[in-house]
């Protein structure tokens, strides 16, 4: 278990024990890999909101989703030093769904049947999403999911499923747009691994990269790949203009440095969801380049200079990190300030069906992580989305912003499981 992760489990079993082993509503367990208390000497005295987590904290991807779940808990522990909502702290159940998706039904499961909490936030790979929003549909509790989404969540949206993250048929067409603004001829080539998000991205980029006069290929592997020299060198034969991966940290480091040793010079794009700066650092060193290196996602860099960036990275230095601060952590940041927002205007002890008639309409100031609102309405559980393109500058050893917020509408014609 991760440093902070285990430092929340033990500062529980002492607020636990020092209360004389109170009763069910006070306690915040954490099984699979998380915790459910705030570290703060200042926690509120009320009685707690609960939330569940679930997400991968061992599988093939849990370096993407760890440091999310990182970035929520880093808010909410930030909430409950503040004084919690109106004196109730926060604690949030987590668990480890493994990146199965019958493991996240079973946890999911548990954190509604047994931990009775007012809804489920995080998830992990696009393909775990539909079974556990339709288990929850039959349990009546709302699932939030982070930075992987499903289309669900798009006009009409399925009940009690929402999204704060990356709806991969609308981050296609942001895609579309970023990558059509790097070559305006030749080829482009869309890589992925194997998961219903990524061929669905790859399925919007793709028809972008075509009205705009490109020839599109597209190259896909499973997400167990750990080595990437033979899919490097297939890329890099393909002579594109322009490359763009959907996948996550490992994956880029793993890619990235496949191609620039294959000879390929061009422009790469990493969608970042999921995907740190870090990663891409090392994937840059390891190629031994790091030019024509973008990448591009609905959240800030972490070397953004934004008011709730700010504000993470506060909270970091307060409470402190296992991994590296990245644009995951800013995802997390924005799905605990949807949550926070919900809670609030739900109101204490906000049931699952409360905390659901919360999320229908509701709009959150994200501080400067996206262009504008998260918001939610009616039957749309995603709404408008922004998007912004970074280009690493090796000068300033950082990511550097490449143009303005760009608005997408949610896809109306999608609906169902797509995604």
Known sequence: ??????????????????????????????????????????????????????????GPLRESYSPTLEGFQLYMQQLNDDGGIDGHPVDVVVRDDSLNADTAVSASEELANQENVSGIFGLSLSSTHEAVYAAMERAQIPVVSGFSGIASALPPAQPFAYSAGTIFEVAGQAAGRFTTQLADEGTFVCVTFESVGGIAACDANEAAAREAGLETERVVFPVETREFTSIGSDIADRDPSVVIGHYGSEQNVGVIAALRRAGYEGPYVAANYGVTEDALRRGMEAGGSQENT??????????????????????????????????????????????????????????????????????????????????????????????????????????????????????????????
């Open 294 to 419: 973008y990448m591009f996602g609905r959240f800030a860099s972490i070397d953004d200079d934004e008011q709730g960036v700010t504000q993470l990275r506060d909270a970091a230095e307060s409470f402190g990190t296992d991994f590296e601060l990245s644009n995951a952590h800013v995802s997390g940041w924005g799905l605990a300030r949807v949550a926070d927002e919900a809670l609030t205007k739900c109101g204490f002890p906000c049931s699952p069906a409360d905390l659901d008639q919360a999320l229908q309409d509701l709009q959150v100031d994200t501080q400067g992580i996206t262009g504008g609102p998260i918001a939610f309405q009616g039957r749309d559980h995603y709404g408008e989305s922004f998007w912004r393109m970074h280009q690493f500058d090796s000068g300033e050893d950082a990511f550097v912003v490449e143009g303005d917020w760009i608005g997408l509408p949610p896809r109306a014609e999608a609906g169902g499981g797509g995604g």
């Open 1 to 58: 278990m991760p440093r902070l992760l285990t430092l929340i489990a033990l500062v529980l079993t002492a607020l636990f024990v020092a209360a004389g082993c109170g009763d069910d509503d006070d306690d915040g367990g954490n099984g699979g890999g998380g915790g459910a208390a705030d570290t703060s000497a200042d926690r509120p005295e009320g009685r707690p909101y609960k939330l569940g987590y679930v997400t991968d904290l061992s």
